[in-house]
Protein backbone atom coordinates (compact mmCIF):
# COMPACT_ATOMS: atom_id res chain seq x y z
CA UNK A 1 0.00 0.00 0.00
CA UNK A 2 1.38 3.97 -0.95
CA UNK A 3 -0.03 6.75 1.00
CA UNK A 4 1.01 10.07 0.91
CA UNK A 5 0.97 12.08 3.93
CA UNK A 6 1.16 15.46 4.53
CA UNK A 7 2.05 17.91 7.29
CA UNK A 8 0.80 21.53 8.27
CA UNK A 9 0.48 23.73 11.04
CA UNK A 10 0.97 27.54 11.33
CA UNK A 11 4.86 28.57 11.66
CA UNK A 12 6.42 27.52 14.88
CA UNK A 13 3.56 24.75 15.84
CA UNK A 14 6.36 21.97 15.98
CA UNK A 15 6.04 21.03 12.48
CA UNK A 16 9.41 20.08 11.01
CA UNK A 17 10.62 18.68 14.63
CA UNK A 18 7.07 16.24 14.17
CA UNK A 19 8.12 15.32 11.16
CA UNK A 20 11.81 14.77 12.21
CA UNK A 21 10.18 12.19 14.70
CA UNK A 22 7.67 10.21 12.26
CA UNK A 23 10.97 9.75 10.78
CA UNK A 24 12.73 8.24 13.98
CA UNK A 25 10.03 6.23 15.01
CA UNK A 26 9.81 4.82 11.72
CA UNK A 27 13.17 3.95 11.30
CA UNK A 28 13.42 6.00 8.58
CA UNK A 29 16.33 8.18 10.21
CA UNK A 30 18.84 6.75 12.45
CA UNK A 31 18.70 10.07 14.99
CA UNK A 32 16.31 13.36 15.09
CA UNK A 33 17.50 16.67 13.47
CA UNK A 34 16.51 19.67 15.07
CA UNK A 35 15.13 23.13 13.55
CA UNK A 36 16.92 24.99 16.63
CA UNK A 37 20.48 22.55 15.63
CA UNK A 38 20.24 23.37 11.71
CA UNK A 39 20.31 19.38 10.88
CA UNK A 40 16.43 19.03 10.19
CA UNK A 41 16.28 16.52 7.72
CA UNK A 42 13.75 17.81 5.65
CA UNK A 43 14.68 21.09 5.78
CA UNK A 44 17.32 20.57 3.73
CA UNK A 45 18.02 23.91 1.78
CA UNK A 46 20.75 25.90 3.45
CA UNK A 47 18.58 28.63 3.72
CA UNK A 48 15.99 26.53 5.39
CA UNK A 49 18.19 25.35 8.05
CA UNK A 50 19.92 28.91 8.36
CA UNK A 51 16.78 30.73 9.27
CA UNK A 52 14.77 27.83 11.11
CA UNK A 53 11.83 27.93 8.59
CA UNK A 54 10.39 25.54 6.51
CA UNK A 55 9.87 27.49 2.72
CA UNK A 56 10.07 24.27 0.21
CA UNK A 57 7.86 21.20 0.23
CA UNK A 58 10.45 18.62 0.85
CA UNK A 59 9.63 14.76 1.11
CA UNK A 60 10.62 11.71 2.38
CA UNK A 61 10.13 7.93 1.59
CA UNK A 62 10.25 4.84 3.87
CA UNK A 63 8.69 1.38 4.32
CA UNK A 64 6.47 1.35 7.53
CA UNK A 65 4.38 -1.09 8.59
CA UNK A 66 4.44 -3.16 4.85
CA UNK A 67 3.64 -0.04 3.49
CA UNK A 68 5.34 2.79 1.44
CA UNK A 69 4.61 6.08 2.59
CA UNK A 70 5.36 9.13 1.13
CA UNK A 71 5.89 12.08 3.66
CA UNK A 72 5.68 15.65 2.61
CA UNK A 73 6.72 18.67 4.76
CA UNK A 74 5.08 21.96 3.99
CA UNK A 75 5.98 25.49 4.85
CA UNK A 76 4.29 27.15 7.71
CA UNK A 77 5.03 31.10 7.12
CA UNK A 78 2.01 32.90 5.13
CA UNK A 79 3.91 34.14 2.51
CA UNK A 80 4.99 30.52 1.15
CA UNK A 81 1.22 29.87 1.32
CA UNK A 82 1.22 28.78 -2.35
CA UNK A 83 3.60 26.36 -1.94
CA UNK A 84 2.25 24.69 0.84
CA UNK A 85 -1.18 24.52 -1.41
CA UNK A 86 0.22 22.71 -4.66
CA UNK A 87 1.39 20.12 -1.98
CA UNK A 88 -2.03 19.42 -1.09
CA UNK A 89 -3.17 18.38 -4.48
CA UNK A 90 -1.50 15.30 -4.13
CA UNK A 91 -2.07 14.15 -0.47
CA UNK A 92 -4.26 11.38 0.31
CA UNK A 93 -4.41 12.29 3.90
CA UNK A 94 -2.30 15.42 6.14
CA UNK A 95 -1.91 15.93 9.67
CA UNK A 96 -2.09 19.36 11.10
CA UNK A 97 0.13 20.15 14.00
CA UNK A 98 -1.50 22.68 16.58
CA UNK A 99 0.58 24.26 19.70
CA UNK A 100 -1.23 23.52 22.96
CA UNK A 101 0.53 26.63 24.33
CA UNK A 102 -0.74 29.33 20.99
CA UNK A 103 -3.39 27.22 20.15
CA UNK A 104 -5.29 27.54 16.69
CA UNK A 105 -3.03 30.34 14.94
CA UNK A 106 -4.15 32.49 11.90
CA UNK A 107 -2.70 30.41 9.59
CA UNK A 108 -4.26 27.24 10.60
CA UNK A 109 -7.67 28.35 9.98
CA UNK A 110 -6.00 29.16 6.54
CA UNK A 111 -4.86 25.84 6.01
CA UNK A 112 -7.67 23.76 7.08
CA UNK A 113 -9.85 26.01 4.73
CA UNK A 114 -7.99 24.51 2.01
CA UNK A 115 -8.24 21.19 3.35
CA UNK A 116 -11.60 21.21 2.91
CA UNK A 117 -11.58 22.89 -0.70
CA UNK A 118 -9.49 19.82 -1.35
CA UNK A 119 -11.66 17.57 0.02
CA UNK A 120 -7.78 15.97 1.93
CA UNK A 121 -8.70 13.87 5.15
CA UNK A 122 -7.11 15.39 8.32
CA UNK A 123 -5.81 14.24 11.33
CA UNK A 124 -4.99 16.35 14.02
CA UNK A 125 -1.53 16.33 16.50
CA UNK A 126 -1.25 18.69 19.94
CA UNK A 127 2.06 19.31 20.47
CA UNK A 128 3.88 21.09 22.86
CA UNK A 129 1.82 19.74 25.28
CA UNK A 130 5.09 19.81 28.07
CA UNK A 131 5.37 23.45 27.61
CA UNK A 132 4.75 25.83 30.31
CA UNK A 133 0.79 27.29 29.57
CA UNK A 134 -0.05 24.38 27.69
CA UNK A 135 -4.07 23.75 28.36
CA UNK A 136 -4.39 20.49 25.86
CA UNK A 137 -8.24 20.73 26.94
CA UNK A 138 -9.24 24.18 26.29
CA UNK A 139 -7.30 24.01 23.16
CA UNK A 140 -8.69 21.45 21.84
CA UNK A 141 -12.37 23.23 22.74
CA UNK A 142 -11.15 26.13 20.65
CA UNK A 143 -10.28 23.68 17.79
CA UNK A 144 -13.76 22.55 18.00
CA UNK A 145 -15.46 25.70 17.62
CA UNK A 146 -13.08 27.06 15.43
CA UNK A 147 -11.85 24.19 12.73
CA UNK A 148 -14.55 21.02 13.09
CA UNK A 149 -16.79 20.00 15.62
CA UNK A 150 -15.77 16.10 14.54
CA UNK A 151 -12.51 16.60 15.94
CA UNK A 152 -12.54 13.09 17.63
CA UNK A 153 -10.45 12.91 20.93
CA UNK A 154 -8.39 9.52 20.53
CA UNK A 155 -6.11 10.88 23.50
CA UNK A 156 -5.04 7.25 25.49
CA UNK A 157 -8.31 5.83 23.72
CA UNK A 158 -6.47 4.10 20.57
CA UNK A 159 -4.42 1.08 21.79
CA UNK A 160 -1.94 0.01 18.91
CA UNK A 161 -4.17 -2.99 17.33
CA UNK A 162 -6.91 -0.32 16.55
CA UNK A 163 -8.96 -1.20 20.34
CA UNK A 164 -11.09 1.67 21.13
CA UNK A 165 -12.04 2.08 24.78
CA UNK A 166 -13.86 4.98 26.89
CA UNK A 167 -15.92 7.45 25.31
CA UNK A 168 -13.97 6.94 21.74
CA UNK A 169 -16.19 4.17 21.00
CA UNK A 170 -19.14 5.79 22.13
CA UNK A 171 -17.98 8.83 19.78
CA UNK A 172 -17.10 6.81 16.39
CA UNK A 173 -20.45 4.45 16.89
CA UNK A 174 -22.17 8.30 16.96
CA UNK A 175 -20.89 9.12 13.58
CA UNK A 176 -22.51 5.19 11.76
CA UNK A 177 -25.94 4.97 12.70
CA UNK A 178 -25.81 1.39 11.35
CA UNK A 179 -22.36 1.02 13.92
CA UNK A 180 -24.22 2.34 16.96
CA UNK A 181 -27.35 0.18 16.30
CA UNK A 182 -24.89 -3.02 16.24
CA UNK A 183 -23.03 -1.64 19.36
CA UNK A 184 -26.12 -1.41 21.41
CA UNK A 185 -27.04 -5.32 19.95
CA UNK A 186 -24.21 -7.18 19.83
CA UNK A 187 -21.08 -4.88 21.50
CA UNK A 188 -18.30 -3.77 20.47
CA UNK A 189 -16.47 -5.34 17.64
CA UNK A 190 -12.78 -4.09 16.67
CA UNK A 191 -12.90 -4.96 13.35
CA UNK A 192 -16.15 -2.86 12.99
CA UNK A 193 -15.40 -0.09 14.60
CA UNK A 194 -11.89 0.12 13.03
CA UNK A 195 -13.26 -0.49 9.40
CA UNK A 196 -16.14 2.85 10.14
CA UNK A 197 -13.57 5.16 11.96
CA UNK A 198 -11.43 4.62 8.44
CA UNK A 199 -14.64 5.28 6.53
CA UNK A 200 -15.36 8.67 8.54
CA UNK A 201 -12.25 9.63 8.57
CA UNK A 202 -11.75 9.42 4.29
CA UNK A 203 -15.21 11.09 3.99
CA UNK A 204 -13.76 13.68 6.61
CA UNK A 205 -16.85 13.10 8.58
CA UNK A 206 -13.99 12.55 11.86
CA UNK A 207 -10.75 14.07 12.18
CA UNK A 208 -8.66 12.42 14.84
CA UNK A 209 -7.09 13.83 17.68
CA UNK A 210 -3.87 12.70 19.51
CA UNK A 211 -1.19 14.72 22.00
CA UNK A 212 1.97 14.83 22.71
CA UNK A 213 5.22 16.42 22.64
CA UNK A 214 7.91 16.44 19.63
CA UNK A 215 10.66 18.00 20.72
CA UNK A 216 10.94 15.28 23.30
CA UNK A 217 9.04 12.10 21.14
CA UNK A 218 6.33 12.01 23.30
CA UNK A 219 2.95 10.45 21.99
CA UNK A 220 4.36 10.36 18.29
CA UNK A 221 4.90 6.66 18.35
CA UNK A 222 0.63 6.00 18.93
CA UNK A 223 0.54 8.52 16.46
CA UNK A 224 1.94 6.86 13.92
CA UNK A 225 0.42 3.67 14.94
CA UNK A 226 -3.06 5.39 14.51
CA UNK A 227 -2.17 6.94 11.38
CA UNK A 228 -0.67 3.56 9.80
CA UNK A 229 -4.37 1.81 10.75
CA UNK A 230 -6.71 4.98 9.57
CA UNK A 231 -5.03 6.10 6.47
CA UNK A 232 -5.53 2.97 3.50
CA UNK A 233 -5.66 3.49 -0.36
CA UNK A 234 -6.11 1.47 -3.03
CA UNK A 235 -3.64 2.77 -5.44
CA UNK A 236 -2.47 -1.32 -6.37
CA UNK A 237 -6.04 -1.90 -8.10
CA UNK A 238 -5.30 1.27 -10.44
CA UNK A 239 -2.25 0.43 -11.74
CA UNK A 240 -3.61 -1.13 -14.68
CA UNK A 241 -5.53 1.71 -15.75
CA UNK A 242 -4.75 4.42 -18.13
CA UNK A 243 -2.03 6.93 -16.98
CA UNK A 244 -2.95 9.45 -15.22
CA UNK A 245 -0.57 12.14 -12.38
CA UNK A 246 -0.70 15.19 -11.27
CA UNK A 247 2.04 17.63 -10.74
CA UNK A 248 3.09 18.78 -7.60
CA UNK A 249 5.99 21.10 -7.79
CA UNK A 250 9.14 22.13 -10.23
CA UNK A 251 12.97 21.90 -9.22
CA UNK A 252 15.93 22.36 -10.69
CA UNK A 253 18.92 20.04 -9.09
CA UNK A 254 22.35 21.20 -8.68
CA UNK A 255 23.41 20.32 -12.42
CA UNK A 256 20.79 22.77 -13.45
CA UNK A 257 18.19 19.71 -14.52
CA UNK A 258 14.53 20.55 -14.38
CA UNK A 259 12.47 17.68 -12.51
CA UNK A 260 8.99 17.68 -12.50
CA UNK A 261 7.49 15.74 -8.99
CA UNK A 262 4.73 14.17 -10.33
CA UNK A 263 1.65 12.11 -8.33
CA UNK A 264 0.82 9.30 -10.18
CA UNK A 265 -3.15 8.54 -9.56
CA UNK A 266 -3.15 5.40 -11.89
CA UNK A 267 -1.18 3.66 -14.54
CA UNK A 268 2.80 3.09 -14.75
CA UNK A 269 5.63 5.36 -16.01
CA UNK A 270 8.86 4.26 -17.41
CA UNK A 271 12.12 5.89 -17.63
CA UNK A 272 12.54 6.89 -21.34
CA UNK A 273 8.75 6.17 -21.64
CA UNK A 274 6.19 9.18 -22.75
CA UNK A 275 3.45 10.90 -21.23
CA UNK A 276 0.47 13.13 -22.24
CA UNK A 277 0.87 16.87 -20.96
CA UNK A 278 -1.16 20.14 -21.43
CA UNK A 279 1.80 21.08 -24.21
CA UNK A 280 1.29 18.12 -25.41
CA UNK A 281 2.88 14.33 -25.74
CA UNK A 282 6.84 14.06 -23.91
CA UNK A 283 9.54 11.51 -23.29
CA UNK A 284 10.50 11.66 -19.65
CA UNK A 285 13.89 10.70 -19.71
CA UNK A 286 14.56 9.95 -16.05
CA UNK A 287 13.02 9.13 -13.14
CA UNK A 288 13.42 9.69 -9.10
CA UNK A 289 12.58 8.52 -5.50
CA UNK A 290 13.51 11.73 -3.69
CA UNK A 291 13.96 11.75 -0.01
CA UNK A 292 15.07 14.96 1.47
CA UNK A 293 18.03 16.14 -0.32
CA UNK A 294 18.87 12.89 -1.56
CA UNK A 295 17.59 10.62 -4.33
CA UNK A 296 17.81 7.12 -6.50
CA UNK A 297 17.02 6.31 -9.79
CA UNK A 298 14.02 4.04 -11.25
CA UNK A 299 12.81 2.71 -14.31
CA UNK A 300 10.00 2.71 -13.42
CA UNK A 301 6.92 4.55 -11.06
CA UNK A 302 3.47 3.37 -9.89
CA UNK A 303 -0.09 4.30 -8.98
CA UNK A 304 0.73 5.52 -5.39
CA UNK A 305 4.12 6.88 -6.26
CA UNK A 306 5.42 10.59 -5.73
CA UNK A 307 8.16 10.67 -8.27
CA UNK A 308 10.54 13.70 -9.72
CA UNK A 309 10.61 13.30 -14.00
CA UNK A 310 13.15 14.69 -15.90
CA UNK A 311 12.15 15.79 -19.49
CA UNK A 312 8.83 17.65 -18.96
CA UNK A 313 9.07 20.98 -20.37
CA UNK A 314 6.42 23.59 -19.74
CA UNK A 315 4.66 20.99 -17.19
CA UNK A 316 3.55 23.30 -14.23
CA UNK A 317 2.84 22.79 -10.94
CA UNK A 318 -1.07 21.68 -10.83
CA UNK A 319 -0.88 20.69 -14.52
CA UNK A 320 -3.07 17.04 -14.76
CA UNK A 321 -0.70 14.88 -17.23
CA UNK A 322 -1.38 11.52 -18.93
CA UNK A 323 -5.08 10.02 -19.58
CA UNK A 324 -6.61 13.61 -18.75
CA UNK A 325 -4.40 16.74 -19.39
CA UNK A 326 -5.69 19.95 -17.79
CA UNK A 327 -4.31 23.25 -16.23
CA UNK A 328 -5.30 24.27 -13.03
CA UNK A 329 -5.96 26.59 -10.68
CA UNK A 330 -5.18 27.61 -7.25
CA UNK A 331 -6.64 29.43 -4.71
CA UNK A 332 -3.95 31.75 -3.15
CA UNK A 333 -2.78 34.39 -5.41
CA UNK A 334 -0.34 37.20 -4.48
CA UNK A 335 -1.46 40.58 -3.56
CA UNK A 336 1.38 42.32 -3.81
CA UNK A 337 3.79 43.33 -6.67
CA UNK A 338 7.84 44.53 -6.55
CA UNK A 339 10.20 45.55 -8.71
CA UNK A 340 13.92 44.06 -8.81
CA UNK A 341 16.55 45.80 -8.83
CA UNK A 342 19.87 44.56 -9.82
CA UNK A 343 23.70 45.59 -10.77
CA UNK A 344 23.64 47.45 -14.10
CA UNK A 345 26.94 44.90 -15.00
CA UNK A 346 23.69 41.86 -15.25
CA UNK A 347 22.29 42.25 -18.59
CA UNK A 348 18.47 42.68 -18.37
CA UNK A 349 18.22 39.36 -20.41
CA UNK A 350 20.33 37.50 -18.01
CA UNK A 351 18.70 38.88 -15.22
CA UNK A 352 14.99 37.84 -16.88
CA UNK A 353 15.94 34.46 -17.57
CA UNK A 354 17.29 33.69 -13.85
CA UNK A 355 13.72 35.02 -12.65
CA UNK A 356 11.91 33.17 -14.95
CA UNK A 357 13.67 30.06 -13.88
CA UNK A 358 12.68 30.71 -10.12
CA UNK A 359 9.01 31.54 -11.75
CA UNK A 360 8.90 28.01 -12.87
CA UNK A 361 9.76 26.48 -9.08
CA UNK A 362 7.05 29.69 -8.03
CA UNK A 363 4.56 30.11 -10.48
CA UNK A 364 3.05 32.95 -8.71
CA UNK A 365 5.53 34.91 -9.15
CA UNK A 366 4.32 36.38 -12.17
CA UNK A 367 7.17 37.73 -13.69
CA UNK A 368 6.13 40.49 -15.86
CA UNK A 369 8.69 42.74 -17.88
CA UNK A 370 7.75 46.56 -17.87
CA UNK A 371 8.43 47.75 -21.29
CA UNK A 372 7.96 51.37 -19.78
CA UNK A 373 10.23 51.36 -17.24
CA UNK A 374 12.57 48.88 -18.33
CA UNK A 375 11.93 46.65 -15.50
CA UNK A 376 11.16 43.06 -14.01
CA UNK A 377 8.07 42.75 -11.48
CA UNK A 378 7.10 40.32 -9.52
CA UNK A 379 4.28 38.95 -7.53
CA UNK A 380 5.18 37.88 -4.17
CA UNK A 381 3.09 37.43 -0.75
CA UNK A 382 5.33 39.36 1.48
CA UNK A 383 8.56 40.76 2.47
CA UNK A 384 10.05 37.30 3.94
CA UNK A 385 9.27 35.85 0.46
CA UNK A 386 11.40 38.77 -1.17
CA UNK A 387 14.11 37.58 1.57
CA UNK A 388 14.32 34.34 0.67
CA UNK A 389 14.63 35.19 -3.11
CA UNK A 390 17.03 37.76 -2.75
CA UNK A 391 19.14 35.37 -0.92
CA UNK A 392 18.14 32.55 -3.42
CA UNK A 393 19.94 34.45 -6.02
CA UNK A 394 22.95 35.25 -4.37
CA UNK A 395 23.82 31.63 -3.29
CA UNK A 396 22.63 29.97 -6.92
CA UNK A 397 23.67 32.58 -9.10
CA UNK A 398 26.34 34.82 -7.45
CA UNK A 399 24.50 38.02 -7.92
CA UNK A 400 23.40 40.47 -5.48
CA UNK A 401 19.09 42.10 -5.71
CA UNK A 402 17.23 44.29 -4.09
CA UNK A 403 13.56 45.23 -3.84
CA UNK A 404 11.91 48.31 -4.52
CA UNK A 405 8.51 48.96 -2.43
CA UNK A 406 6.06 46.30 -2.46
CA UNK A 407 2.62 48.06 -4.29
CA UNK A 408 -0.81 46.12 -3.90
CA UNK A 409 -1.01 44.33 -6.81
CA UNK A 410 -4.09 45.93 -9.19
CA UNK A 411 -6.26 44.55 -12.02
CA UNK A 412 -7.97 45.87 -14.87
CA UNK A 413 -10.79 44.91 -16.63
CA UNK A 414 -13.55 47.23 -19.18
CA UNK A 415 -17.11 48.34 -18.67
CA UNK A 416 -18.51 47.64 -21.84
CA UNK A 417 -17.73 46.09 -25.26
CA UNK A 418 -14.83 47.36 -27.36
CA UNK A 419 -13.71 46.07 -30.61
CA UNK A 420 -9.80 46.42 -32.07
CA UNK A 421 -7.88 45.24 -34.99
CA UNK A 422 -4.91 43.99 -35.26
CA UNK A 423 -2.74 43.93 -38.61
CA UNK A 424 0.85 42.52 -38.93
CA UNK A 425 2.06 42.33 -42.58
CA UNK A 426 5.99 43.16 -42.23
CA UNK A 427 7.42 42.06 -45.92
CA UNK A 428 6.50 38.41 -46.72
CA UNK A 429 4.61 37.93 -43.45
CA UNK A 430 0.62 38.64 -43.35
CA UNK A 431 -2.23 38.16 -40.77
CA UNK A 432 -5.24 40.08 -39.45
CA UNK A 433 -7.40 39.61 -36.43
CA UNK A 434 -10.70 41.56 -35.77
CA UNK A 435 -11.88 41.18 -31.82
CA UNK A 436 -14.70 42.41 -29.62
CA UNK A 437 -13.72 42.34 -25.85
CA UNK A 438 -16.65 42.21 -24.11
CA UNK A 439 -16.64 42.06 -20.18
CA UNK A 440 -17.29 39.27 -18.20
CA UNK A 441 -18.37 37.66 -15.41
CA UNK A 442 -16.29 38.03 -11.75
CA UNK A 443 -13.11 35.86 -11.16
CA UNK A 444 -13.60 34.39 -15.05
CA UNK A 445 -10.00 35.70 -16.17
CA UNK A 446 -10.22 35.66 -19.52
CA UNK A 447 -12.48 33.93 -21.84
CA UNK A 448 -12.86 32.95 -25.52
CA UNK A 449 -15.23 32.57 -27.98
CA UNK A 450 -15.11 32.79 -32.30
CA UNK A 451 -18.04 33.92 -34.08
CA UNK A 452 -16.08 33.80 -37.03
CA UNK A 453 -16.99 31.24 -39.92
CA UNK A 454 -14.47 28.95 -41.00
CA UNK A 455 -15.08 29.76 -44.58
CA UNK A 456 -13.58 33.14 -43.87
CA UNK A 457 -10.59 32.15 -41.60
CA UNK A 458 -9.70 28.44 -41.29
CA UNK A 459 -10.18 26.36 -38.53
CA UNK A 460 -6.52 25.51 -37.90
CA UNK A 461 -5.76 29.35 -37.53
CA UNK A 462 -8.44 30.39 -35.53
CA UNK A 463 -7.18 27.57 -33.10
CA UNK A 464 -3.39 29.58 -33.01
CA UNK A 465 -5.33 32.75 -32.22
CA UNK A 466 -6.95 30.84 -29.28
CA UNK A 467 -3.55 29.99 -28.31
CA UNK A 468 -2.30 33.43 -28.47
CA UNK A 469 -5.03 34.52 -26.87
CA UNK A 470 -4.13 32.93 -22.90
CA UNK A 471 -0.26 32.57 -23.51
CA UNK A 472 0.19 36.24 -22.95
CA UNK A 473 -0.69 38.25 -19.93
CA UNK A 474 -2.51 40.73 -21.49
CA UNK A 475 -1.88 44.25 -19.92
CA UNK A 476 -4.27 47.43 -19.54
CA UNK A 477 -4.46 50.72 -20.81
CA UNK A 478 -4.54 52.38 -17.58
CA UNK A 479 -1.69 51.39 -14.95
CA UNK A 480 -0.62 48.82 -17.20
CA UNK A 481 -2.11 46.41 -14.24
CA UNK A 482 -3.13 42.75 -15.99
CA UNK A 483 -5.76 42.40 -17.64
CA UNK A 484 -9.21 39.87 -16.06
CA UNK A 485 -13.05 39.50 -15.91
CA UNK A 486 -12.76 40.26 -20.21
CA UNK A 487 -13.88 38.07 -23.54
CA UNK A 488 -12.36 37.83 -26.27
CA UNK A 489 -14.48 37.54 -29.23
CA UNK A 490 -12.67 36.54 -32.20
CA UNK A 491 -15.38 38.17 -35.76
CA UNK A 492 -12.82 37.56 -38.41
CA UNK A 493 -9.40 37.38 -39.77
CA UNK A 494 -7.43 37.04 -42.79
CA UNK A 495 -4.55 34.89 -43.73
CA UNK A 496 -2.26 34.77 -47.03
CA UNK A 497 -1.66 31.51 -48.86
CA UNK A 498 2.11 31.64 -49.24
CA UNK A 499 2.96 34.59 -46.69
CA UNK A 500 1.31 34.05 -43.34
CA UNK A 501 3.31 31.85 -40.25
CA UNK A 502 2.27 31.42 -36.79
CA UNK A 503 3.40 33.68 -35.13
CA UNK A 504 2.25 36.25 -37.67
CA UNK A 505 -1.05 35.55 -36.18
CA UNK A 506 0.35 35.84 -32.69
CA UNK A 507 1.67 39.65 -33.35
CA UNK A 508 -1.99 40.44 -35.24
CA UNK A 509 -3.81 38.74 -32.12
CA UNK A 510 -1.78 40.97 -29.47
CA UNK A 511 -2.43 44.06 -31.44
CA UNK A 512 -5.86 43.31 -32.11
CA UNK A 513 -6.55 42.66 -28.13
CA UNK A 514 -4.29 46.00 -27.50
CA UNK A 515 -6.17 48.05 -30.07
CA UNK A 516 -9.66 47.54 -28.40
CA UNK A 517 -8.56 48.51 -25.37
CA UNK A 518 -7.63 51.73 -26.19
CA UNK A 519 -10.84 52.33 -27.28
CA UNK A 520 -12.38 50.54 -24.29
CA UNK A 521 -13.87 52.09 -21.02
CA UNK A 522 -11.06 50.54 -18.75
CA UNK A 523 -11.86 49.86 -15.15
CA UNK A 524 -8.94 49.92 -11.94
CA UNK A 525 -9.85 46.70 -9.97
CA UNK A 526 -8.16 46.64 -6.16
CA UNK A 527 -8.18 43.11 -4.61
CA UNK A 528 -10.79 42.66 -1.74
CA UNK A 529 -10.19 40.02 1.00
CA UNK A 530 -12.78 38.01 3.28
CA UNK A 531 -11.40 38.59 6.87
CA UNK A 532 -11.55 37.29 10.56
CA UNK A 533 -10.00 38.52 13.08
CA UNK A 534 -10.00 37.44 17.08
CA UNK A 535 -8.80 39.32 19.81
CA UNK A 536 -9.89 39.81 23.90
CA UNK A 537 -12.92 41.64 24.19
CA UNK A 538 -11.62 44.61 26.23
CA UNK A 539 -10.32 45.88 22.97
CA UNK A 540 -13.79 46.10 20.84
CA UNK A 541 -13.80 49.91 21.04
CA UNK A 542 -10.75 50.45 19.41
CA UNK A 543 -11.24 47.73 16.62
CA UNK A 544 -14.40 48.17 15.37
CA UNK A 545 -13.15 51.88 15.10
CA UNK A 546 -9.86 51.03 12.54
CA UNK A 547 -12.23 48.66 10.71
CA UNK A 548 -14.79 51.16 10.29
CA UNK A 549 -11.96 53.52 9.43
CA UNK A 550 -10.60 50.82 6.66
CA UNK A 551 -14.44 51.47 5.12
CA UNK A 552 -14.52 47.83 5.81
CA UNK A 553 -17.51 45.51 5.78
CA UNK A 554 -18.09 43.53 9.07
CA UNK A 555 -20.78 41.51 10.51
CA UNK A 556 -21.85 41.90 13.73
CA UNK A 557 -19.00 40.80 16.62
CA UNK A 558 -19.33 37.50 18.14
CA UNK A 559 -18.44 36.90 21.79
CA UNK A 560 -16.81 33.90 22.67
CA UNK A 561 -15.57 33.43 26.22
CA UNK A 562 -13.38 36.51 26.82
CA UNK A 563 -13.00 36.92 23.14
CA UNK A 564 -14.54 38.57 19.96
CA UNK A 565 -14.43 37.58 16.50
CA UNK A 566 -15.14 39.80 13.49
CA UNK A 567 -15.91 38.79 10.16
CA UNK A 568 -15.99 40.67 7.11
CA UNK A 569 -14.57 42.01 3.73
CA UNK A 570 -12.12 45.19 2.71
CA UNK A 571 -9.58 46.33 0.53
CA UNK A 572 -6.57 44.86 0.95
CA UNK A 573 -4.52 47.88 0.45
CA UNK A 574 -6.39 49.12 3.75
CA UNK A 575 -5.91 45.81 5.49
CA UNK A 576 -2.17 45.50 4.60
CA UNK A 577 -0.41 45.70 8.02
CA UNK A 578 -2.98 45.79 10.16
CA UNK A 579 -2.69 42.24 11.83
CA UNK A 580 0.60 43.54 13.05
CA UNK A 581 -1.34 46.41 14.13
CA UNK A 582 -3.59 44.20 16.02
CA UNK A 583 -0.87 42.05 17.56
CA UNK A 584 0.58 45.00 19.41
CA UNK A 585 -2.54 46.09 20.20
CA UNK A 586 -3.41 42.86 22.18
CA UNK A 587 -0.25 42.06 23.27
CA UNK A 588 0.08 39.08 20.85
CA UNK A 589 -3.37 37.59 22.05
CA UNK A 590 -5.38 38.77 19.28
CA UNK A 591 -4.73 38.00 15.21
CA UNK A 592 -6.30 38.46 12.10
CA UNK A 593 -6.34 36.04 8.58
CA UNK A 594 -7.60 37.05 5.70
CA UNK A 595 -7.37 35.44 2.03
CA UNK A 596 -8.49 36.43 -1.90
CA UNK A 597 -12.33 36.99 -2.38
CA UNK A 598 -12.24 38.81 -5.51
CA UNK A 599 -11.58 41.83 -7.32
CA UNK A 600 -13.76 45.22 -7.11
CA UNK A 601 -13.89 48.65 -8.73
CA UNK A 602 -10.93 50.42 -6.87
CA UNK A 603 -12.05 53.48 -4.62
CA UNK A 604 -9.57 55.80 -5.13
CA UNK A 605 -8.65 54.91 -8.99
CA UNK A 606 -7.90 58.00 -10.35
CA UNK A 607 -5.38 59.11 -7.94
CA UNK A 608 -3.80 55.84 -8.43
CA UNK A 609 -3.46 56.34 -12.26
CA UNK A 610 -2.45 59.87 -11.57
CA UNK A 611 0.56 58.46 -9.48
CA UNK A 612 1.64 55.44 -12.10
CA UNK A 613 1.97 58.19 -15.51
CA UNK A 614 1.29 54.97 -17.43
CA UNK A 615 1.41 55.68 -20.78
CA UNK A 616 -0.48 52.68 -22.69
CA UNK A 617 1.44 53.02 -25.98
CA UNK A 618 4.38 51.60 -24.54
CA UNK A 619 2.85 48.13 -25.58
CA UNK A 620 2.02 49.33 -29.05
CA UNK A 621 -1.59 49.15 -29.90
CA UNK A 622 -0.11 50.43 -33.84
CA UNK A 623 -0.50 47.50 -36.71
CA UNK A 624 1.93 47.40 -39.76
CA UNK A 625 1.10 47.27 -42.94
CA UNK A 626 2.94 46.59 -46.22
CA UNK A 627 3.19 48.72 -49.52
CA UNK A 628 5.33 48.97 -52.19
CA UNK A 629 8.05 46.07 -50.92
CA UNK A 630 8.47 47.81 -47.24
CA UNK A 631 6.30 47.52 -44.23
CA UNK A 632 5.23 51.06 -42.92
CA UNK A 633 3.71 51.43 -38.72
CA UNK A 634 0.39 53.02 -38.74
CA UNK A 635 -1.06 54.13 -35.68
CA UNK A 636 -3.65 52.66 -33.48
CA UNK A 637 -6.56 54.95 -34.74
CA UNK A 638 -5.84 54.62 -38.05
CA UNK A 639 -5.97 51.22 -38.56
CA UNK A 640 -9.36 51.36 -39.15
CA UNK A 641 -8.75 52.76 -42.27
CA UNK A 642 -6.34 50.48 -43.57
CA UNK A 643 -7.91 46.99 -42.59
CA UNK A 644 -8.55 44.88 -45.10
CA UNK A 645 -11.48 42.83 -43.58
CA UNK A 646 -15.03 44.20 -43.13
CA UNK A 647 -15.98 42.73 -39.81
CA UNK A 648 -18.37 44.43 -36.54
CA UNK A 649 -14.73 46.26 -36.30
CA UNK A 650 -14.50 47.63 -39.56
CA UNK A 651 -17.94 47.79 -40.84
Known amino acids: MKKTIGILAHVDAGKTTFSEQILYHAHALRACGRVDHKDAFMDSHPIERERGITIFSDQACFDYDGDTWYLVDTPGHADFSSE ?45 IDRAGADADAVIARIRERLSSDVLDLRNAFSADGTLNGEAIEAVAGGDEALLERYFTDGYDRDAFLESLRRQVRERRAFPLMA ?36 AKVRYDAQGSRMVFLKLTAGTLQARGEIDTPQGR ?16 VS ?20 RLGARCEKSRFVLTPLLTARVRYPREVQKTRMLEIMRRLEDEEPMLGVQWNAETGSIELQVMGAIQLEILRELVRTRYGIDIDFGACRVAYRETIASPACGIGHFEPLRHYAEVHVRLEPGARGSGITFESVCHVDDLALNWQRLIRTHVFEYAHSGVLIGAPLTDVKVVLLAGRAHLKHTEGGDFREATYRAIRNALMYADSVLLEPICRFELRAPAENIGTILGDLTAMHAEYDSPVFEHDDIVVKGSVAFSRLSGYPEKLTALTHGRGWCAWQSDHYAPCENAAAIIEERQYNPQWETPDSIFCAKGAGFNVAWDKVKDFAHVHSEANP
Open 84 to 128: MERALSVMDYAVVVVSAVEGVQSHTETVWRLLERYQVPAFVFLNK
Open 282 to 297: MKVSELRIYSGAKFRQ
Open 212 to 247: GSALRGEGIEDFLNMLSLLTPTDYERHESEPLQARA
Open 300 to 319: EARAGDLVAAAGLAGVTPGD
